[in-house]
């Protein structure tokens, strides 16, 4: 089992910085990608932002190309998102994720293929 657990959401204002992390605990190898996911009030959860098994690979939702950056640290079992240029379309709560696929590495990451999910931390962005 493994469980994950994300940290450093809060309220900014628009322009402002973020960075949430994602430490994993239990059986953590670091054959799977890690990912962060959104999901805003009365919208569906969305793709953020992945990161390979090895961390070699990343990739971003057009919505946040540019403006965040997703890296992991096997060494300590968590994953990082640093958020820049934060815009109140941002607001959402934010959820790391554990592929089901060992070894996976490509451009496309649904909830469905997720195997483990944190609780979720919001991010309130102000104009």
């Known amino acids: 089992q493994v469980q994950l657990v994300e940290s450093g959401g809060g309220s900014v204002q628009a322009g402002g910085s973020l960075e949430l992390s994602c430490e994993a605990s239990g059986r953590t190898p670091s054959a799977y990608a890690m990912a962060w996911f959104r999901q805003a009030p009365g919208k569906e959860r969305e793709f953020v932002a992945a990161v390979s098994w090895g961390g070699r690979n990343t990739y971003y939702a057009d919505s946040v190309k540019g403006r965040f950056t997703i890296t992991r640290v096997n060494s300590r079992n968590t994953a990082y998102l640093q958020m820049n240029s934060l815009k109140p379309e941002d607001t959402a709560v934010y959820y790391c994720?554990?592929?089901?696929?060992?070894?996976?590495?490509?451009?496309?990451?649904?909830?469905?293929?997720?195997?483990?999910w944190g609780k979720g931390t919001p991010v309130t962005v102000s104009s």
């Open positions: 994720a554990r592929d089901r696929r060992a070894y996976y590495d490509a451009s496309y990451y649904s909830p469905n293929n997720m195997e483990y």
